[in-house]
T-cell receptor, first 116, second 113 residues
Framework: SQTIHQWPATLVQPVGSPLSLECTVE??????LYWYRQAAGRGLQLLFY??????ISSEVPQNLSASRPQDRQFILSSKKLLLSDSGFYLC???????????????FGEGSRLTVL | AQTVTQSQPEMSVQEAETVTLSCTYD???????LFWYKQPPSRQMILVIR??????QNATENRFSVNFQKAAKSFSLKISDSQLGDTAMYFC??????????FGPGTRLSVLP
């Protein structure tokens, strides 16, 4: 069965420090991978998505970046965190083959980032 | 571009009662999926129910059912026999066959004892 792991679960970082959030998927190949951010009590904001190794699309210009060094690994990074980067970050994956899959997103457990 | 609208930011329901959450969407696609996700206080996103647009029959999962009106682009979620554990944010979501996911802003549901 497929699983998704995301870490760390909780992170407290000072302004200006670097960030690295990691996400790995098991049990499937060539998934689409996504990073979402969610402010407290708010909806989901798509940050990045990837359809393959080294292929990253950015939805929102900001000081965050994403990388996909391996097929089932997705990393969210920042060189210098801002206060506004605080939030709840969710990694997700999907695979869709018409007639064979149900098209849904599968989410990780999330990472709560607090920038002080 | 596709959009998803949830017009009810917050709702409440008494335990054991029935509640309906509204969702409308806009798309020019004819083939797509619709979902309702639940996000409890733990913040884990949990799939509640899915609907394929080509199916006329409304999806049902235990106490959860949808009213899918394709022509009206409406996709409401009905929760029957509400339980305290149903307290959560509920997100309506759309995805086309190109895997472009769009989420609504969410409805915060409180089930009252």
């Amino acid at each position: 069965s497929q699983t998704i792991h995301q870490w760390p679960a909780t992170l407290v970082q000072p302004v200006g420090s670097p960030l690295s959030l990691e996400c790995t998927v098991e049990g499937t190949s060539n998934p689409n991978l996504y990073w979402y951010r969610q402010a407290a009590g708010r909806g989901l904001q798509l940050l990045f998505y990837s359809v393959g190794i080294g292929q990253i699309s950015s939805e929102v210009p900001q000081n965050l970046s994403a990388s996909r060094p391996q097929d089932r690994q997705f990393i969210l990074s920042s060189k210098k965190l801002l206060l506004s980067d605080s939030g709840f970050y969710l990694c997700a994956w999907s695979v869709f083959r018409q007639g064979a899959d149900t098209g849904e997103l599968f989410f990780g457990e999330g990472s709560r980032l607090t920038v002080l | 571009a596709q959009t998803v609208t949830q017009s009810q930011p917050e709702m409440s329901v008494q335990e054991a009662e029935t509640v309906t959450l509204s969702c409308t969407y806009d798309t020019s696609e004819s083939n797509y999926y619709l979902f309702w996700y639940k996000q409890p206080p733990s913040r884990q996103m949990i799939l509640v129910i899915r609907q394929e647009a080509y199916k006329q029959q409304n999806a049902t999962e235990n106490r959860f059912s949808v009213n899918f009106q394709k022509a009206a682009k409406s996709f409401s979620l009905k929760i029957s026999d509400s339980q305290l554990g149903d307290t959560a944010m509920y997100f309506c979501a759309f995805v086309d066959y190109g895997q472009n996911f769009v989420f609504g802003p969410g409805t915060r549901l409180s089930v009252l004892p």
